[in-house]
């Protein structure tokens, strides 16, 4: 890229001229081209190219241009990939180009070189400066229009011309060229009569062609016109090089010296160390200027920042340094009228003045203007010795008169004692105050001047805004733009706010909410204080306070109508949002809304995100104010466009879904909400926040108990139950007291309402509990009544599944193994919901404990068949939860064969996972089977893992299976005296549910230990009683332990 | 319908129909009557995201090319009835926005015509920024640069 501004606006890509377009556009590239590789802030540009529009307008309006600019310089850039050329960069656009693609700093670099080469080597120096001229084309930045800053930068670019000119004669004298400096000095003077330096290398170039009389009338030439126009002598030097030519002086033919200056030494800056919190580089810029006054230097201080940033702070810091320093502090603030009040804040600054010092050293100041001071403010006259007011004259002297008196007034004042002068909240300020600000700034010495404005409510047409081009170009300025605090300061803030140390999770929460903006930190921290709610995190995230409101409000309405109501869409997606999901709901085309969004980056109300697809609001309180500030009607309907949005995404979070669509409850039914948390539980359960979970189906219930009673509630209601009753049996025990709540309520419910296949797995989870706390009859017979109507396959298998699960309670295994087989002949391929939360395909719920049923009647590899099939509807997604199940279901077979190899294998990767998810049932049970095998494979150590098992808990209707691991791994290790007790006990559990299978084995035991230690007898008839109970319930793999045990014993 | 949350986009064709039910019994403040039939009409309305699909706008535009560069104004249609103050209102916030629109674009002209003096709302142009063209006596025509 090649631009051209010396001259009508030229723009080339890879040699080939780009049409750039409409004049507007042309203007816009000019001035980033000017400032080419610097940001260019969108005040300025609204202020030098559409001073006379309103300010929403204006960024509107230059929001397209730069669209358009965008597509006339990179064509084949689609509206998706950011531009690299024209880059958005807060607070406004950046022309990534390298200087020396523009011609004007190509220019630049070129006299700059040939100057520094002048007094070395004149011929490389002329080279240099021919070719920097060279690219002149006529009056430089024709396209800018007559703004401010084209006026000033043309005449910067003049000036900068013609000191190449002259440079370029120094360099054409040095070679010994004077005759052609001669002749075009003559044209260059033609155009710039006033250059004294021309007309001295004129004089310099005849007198080197022995032309001295021409020398000396050039001299007469010169001083004719300074005078005839300017009123003026020439100055020092050409009248030197007059004298010099008369004296026909030596040194003549000499090239100049050159003249350096020194900086004074400046002292170390003070400890920066004060009230403020961070800030430490702006602290020492304060602190130097204020040791400049010490010096007799002025300094102009300009603090730009957002609203609430600190601005006012470091004025008040700056005037306590100032003070303590000796210098006298007058401070006046732009106040927000219609319009301001005239010199309203230089009022202030005398009044202040007054406060301070003695006032008749004010009255000394301002003497020689009469009782200027008190046309300022009136009430000065009562408290300074001014004369008494004149009549008044002409109202624009009378004004005149004003700006000399304060601006000479207070330099005379600062004569005495160093001064320093602050105006706060410039971007309010009234034109007259504005210019006297200017005024002032321009001509202090001795003086401090302060100046604290918002870069974010600087209109283009407010009168501060030249007052601001003209003091940010003054040697003296120095310009602190203040941003956020550091996290660590916001934590010091925060806590001294808070009056006590805050905790690292509600700092880093109202750090990333404010930005580390001060004001809205010190606001946020002051409401929650007030609340008693500082510490509590999710507090912190909600309030936003009245007066933070009002600030971002003010900012917001600068920004054009369009860009508004994007944000207040953005805003309902959250503090980060998906571009392409704003885009769904807002319906922009890709260009028009790339437009808008690109521009509230640049002004700093959103930035990038680390995923280009994604865009953050810059603080969280700017989102919540524009979300507030909606209407509770309109969120809720955005919510629920949000919500339909986001459903066509299959990959979406149900719990942003179920977010959406809970703020969306006033415009959606609790119908459309309840599934949707319930998905949102299911995917928290996923991740094993049980507790969030848990807060989502509460939630649910909730919302269904506000709905009336009915068919449509009940269904609901049951899925929400039947959610909590499965996570509860996972996570506290399968008839923990949470699960019996639920399942309990499920009964009422399944006994009215008239059951859908929807509601089967409700059906099966509460049979399944029925069934765990010993009541699988009845309530099998109640399940055989509700589905009386229903003759589907899935309807008959729920009643094999629970009535198989009853005669295997009951200790009847062939009939069990009878019942689940035919529950697993009708279980058809689909059509059945999964249980959910736990996602549970249902068929494992038949083929596993057929798989044990008839491990227990010792058909080994009919069982490892049906386990097998029972993992095949396992394989699909994730199932930690199944994987839990099946692989103890894996164990109880292994049991069954007494393999302790293959039941320790098992039990360490049940252990494993049930420990990972946080399951205590599933960790005590494996952890019993794991220290079992271990004792069987001669690991003493494994007893004490099955004593700690049981001491950890496990269920009572649990114990005597418990009992049979200890006890068998007493034995194993040699304890039988031990293990008796620990037997003796299993078997005096009641006979509830499957505890009964444990017997026959325990009876064994018994027999193994009561051989040990030498009763035979006894030994004898509990292998009788062994043989009896494994064959009264078909229990053949213990009937071949007890057989086998009876040998044993005859032994 | 709270203006300043109110946004101009261009009507897909899907949404033509509910265009078409907007302009049964809506008031034309600018330019002629449209069929939202016309393919070669582009559509703007100026409407409330948060609404359902379904809703009708605040405000309804028709543009079409006219010549290199320059895009005219077909229609302003807004609602009829009680709310007369309001429709205009939203009427003019669509004209703002469809200029601040099409200046993003190669549009350089926007133009508009009313059938002859009294017909039309002439306010509603100039206070958008479109000026009368002189010049002409049968039809007043009003026009921007963007």
């Known amino acids: 890229m090649e631009l051209r501004v010396l001259g009508p606006l030229e723009a080339f890509a890879d040699g080939q001229p780009v049409r750039v377009g409409t004049p507007k556009q042309r203007a816009l590239l000019v001035m980033l081209a000017v400032n080419a590789g610097r940001v260019v802030s969108v005040d300025r540009l609204v202020d030098e190219l559409w001073a006379d529009e309103p300010p929403a307008r204006a960024i509107a309006s230059l929001q397209a241009y730069i669209s358009r600019l965008r597509r006339a310089l990179e064509p084949a850039r689609s509206s998706d990939d950011r531009s690299a050329l024209l880059v958005s960069r807060p607070p406004g656009y950046l022309l990534a180009v390298a200087p020396e693609s523009v011609d004007l700093h190509r220019f630049a670099a070129e006299v700059s070189a040939g100057r520094s080469l002048l007094g070395t080597d004149p011929a490389a120096a002329l080279a240099r400066l021919v070719e920097g001229l060279r690219l002149w084309r006529g009056e430089p930045l024709p396209d800018l229009g007559a703004g401010r800053f084209a006026q000033a930068e043309r005449a910067r670019l003049d000036e900068l011309r013609l000191a190449a000119v002259e440079d370029r004669f120094a360099a054409m004298l040095a070679l010994g060229r004077p005759a052609e400096v001669a002749a075009e000095a003559e044209a260059v003077l033609a155009e710039s009569p006033y250059r004294e330096r021309v007309w001295g290398q004129l004089m310099m170039a005849l007198h080197a062609s022995s032309r001295q009389a021409d020398a000396l009338a050039a001299y007469r030439r010169a001083r004719e016109r300074l005078d005839e126009d300017l009123g003026i002598e020439p100055g020092p030097a050409l009248r030197q090089l007059e004298s010099d030519i008369l004296r026909q002086a030596r040194h003549l033919h000499s090239v100049p010296a050159v003249v350096t200056v020194a900086r004074p030494v400046e002292p170390d800056p003070p400890d920066a160390a004060g009230a403020v919190v961070g800030r430490a580089e702006v602290l020492r810029q304060l602190d130097d200027a204020i040791a400049g006054l010490a010096f007799g230097r002025s300094c102009v201080l300009l603090v730009s920042g957002g609203a609430g940033i600190g601005k006012s702070t470091m004025l008040r810091e700056l005037s306590r340094r100032a003070a303590a320093a000796g210098a006298v502090v007058a401070a006046g603030a732009g106040i927000d009228g219609h319009p301001p009040p005239a010199f309203w804040p230089w009022a202030q600054v005398l009044r202040a003045m007054v406060d301070t010092v003695d006032p008749q050293a004010l009255a000394d100041a301002f003497a020689p203007y009469g009782n200027v001071p008190a046309i300022l403010d009136p009430a000065l006259a009562a408290v300074v010795p001014l004369p008494q007011a004149e009549p008044p004259g002409d109202p624009e002297l009378a004004r005149t008169r004003i700006y000399q008196a304060v601006v000479e007034g207070l330099q005379r004042f600062a004569a005495e004692r160093p001064l320093l002068v602050i105006i706060d909240d ?26 604290a404005y918002r870069d974010t409510d600087l209109a283009a047409d407010a009168p501060f805004v030249t007052a601001r081009e003209v003091l940010g170009h003054l040697p003296t300025c120095v310009a602190v733009e203040l941003t956020g605090l550091a996290r660590g300061d916001c934590a010091v803030l925060a806590s001294r706010v808070a009056s006590h140390e805050l905790t690292d999770s509600v700092v880093d929460v109202l750090y990333e909410r404010t930005a580390g903006n001060p004001f809205f930190l010190t606001e946020l921290t002051r409401v929650l204080v007030s609340e008693h709610a500082v510490d509590q995190v ?19 309405a600068r920004l054009p109508e369009q860009l508004n109501a994007v944000l207040s869409v953005a ?79 299959p990959a979406t979070p149900s719990t942003e879904l179920a977010h959406h669509l809970r703020q969306a409850l006033p415009v959606v039914s609790p119908q459309q909400v309840v599934p949707l948390l319930v998905d949102a539980a299911a995917e928290a359960y996923d991740r094993t926040a049980y507790e969030q979970a848990d807060a989502l189906l509460t939630e649910s219930l909730q919302l269904l108990g506000d709905e009336p009673a009915g068919e449509v509630r009940d269904h609901l209601e049951l899925l929400v139950r039947t959610s909590l009753g499965f996570m509860y049996q996972v996570v506290e ?152 199940y099946l692989s103890f279901y894996e164990i109880r077979l292994a049991f069954q064969r007494r393999d302790a190899g293959l039941v320790r294998d098992h039990a360490r990767a049940v252990l494993t996972m049930a420990e990972h998810l946080g399951f205590p049932e599933y960790q005590a049970r494996a952890a019993a089977s794991l220290g079992w095998a271990e004792a069987v494979l001669g690991d003493v150590g494994g007893v004490a893992r099955v004593a700690d098992a049981i001491a950890g808990g496990c269920e009572l ?38 505890a009964r299978y444990a017997r026959p084995d325990l009876h064994c035991a018994r027999a193994r230990a009561l051989t040990a230690l030498g009763r035979p007898d006894e030994a004898a008839a509990a292998v009788g009683a062994a043989l009896g109970e494994a064959q009264a319930m078909g229990f053949r793999a213990a009937e071949l332990r007890a057989l086998a045990a009876a040998q044993t014993a005859a032994l | 319908m709270s203006a300043d949350v109110l946004l101009l986009r261009a009507v897909p064709l899907a949404r033509r129909p509910v265009v078409a039910r ?120 009003y026009a921007i640069e963007l």
């Open chain 1, 733 to 884: 025990g399968y008839v923990g007291p949470h699960a019996a709540e639920h399942f309990g309520r499920m009964g009422e419910i399944l006994a009215r309402v008239r059951l859908e296949i929807g509601d089967l797995p409700a059906l099966w989870g509460w049979l399944s509990f029925e069934n765990a706390v010993g009541r699988a009859e009845q309530s099998v017979a109640t399940a055989r009544r509700l589905l009386a109507r229903e003759s589907s396959d899935w309807a008959a298998a729920v009643i094999y599944a629970h009535d198989g699960l009853s005669a295997w309670n009951d200790g009847e295994l062939l009939r069990a193994r009878e019942i689940f087989e035919a529950g697993a002949r009708v279980i058809p391929a689909a059509g059945f919901p999964a249980l959910p939360i736990i996602d549970w395909p249902t068929a494992v719920g038949i083929h596993a404990p057929l798989a044990s049923i008839t491990a227990m009647l010792g058909e080994h590899d009919a069982a490892r068949r049906h386990l097998d099939a029972a993992w095949g509807e396992a394989q699909p997604g994730r199932r930690d939860f199944l994987f839990l």
């Open chain 1, 426 to 451: 410039a971007h309010w300020l009234d034109p007259a105050s504005a210019l006297l600000l200017k005024m002032l700034a321009a001509t202090a010495a001795r003086i401090v001047v302060a100046v």
């Open chain 1, 538 to 556: 999710d507090r912190v995230s909600e309030v936003v306070p009245a007066r933070v409101q009002e600030a971002l409000r003010r900012r917001l």
């Open chain 2, 22 to 141: 907007a302009l049964r019994g809506w008031r034309l403040l600018v330019g002629t009557p449209a069929d939202p039939g016309q393919l070669h009409l582009q559509w703007w309305e100026l409407a409330d995201p948060a609404e359902p699909p379904d809703a009708l706008p605040a405000a309804l535009l028709a543009t079409r090319p006219s010549g290199p560069g320059t895009v005219q104004l077909i229609a302003v249609c807004a609602p009829d009835g009680e709310h007369a103050a309001a429709a205009h209102a939203a009427a003019a916030h669509a004209v703002r926005a469809l200029i601040e629109l099409l200046r993003a674009t190669s549009a350089r002209k926007l133009v508009a015509s009313l059938p002859s003096a009294g017909e039309g709302d002439a306010s509603l142009l100039a206070a958008a920024g479109l000026g009368r063209v002189t010049g002409l006596s049968e039809i007043a025509l």
């Open chain 1, 957 to 994: 209707t649990q114990l005597a299976e418990f009992a049979l691991w200890h006890g068998e791994a007493l034995l194993a290790t040699g304890a039988p005296q031990i293990a008796l007790p620990i037997v003796d006990e299993g078997l005096r559990r009641p006979l509830d549910v499957r």
């Open chain 1, 571 to 649: 805003a309902v997606l959250g503090r980060t949002f998906a571009i392409d999901l704003l885009r769904k709901i807002v319906q922009l085309d890709d260009q028009t809304l790339f437009d808008s969004l690109d521009t509230a980056v640049v002004v700093g109300i959103l930035e990038n995100a680390d995923d280009p697809r994604l865009l953050r609001f810059s603080h969280d309180l700017l989102r919540q104010t524009l979300y507030l500030d909606q209407g509770a009607l309109r969120r809720a309907q955005l919510h629920a466009r949000v919500a339909e949005a986001l459903r066509e995404h």
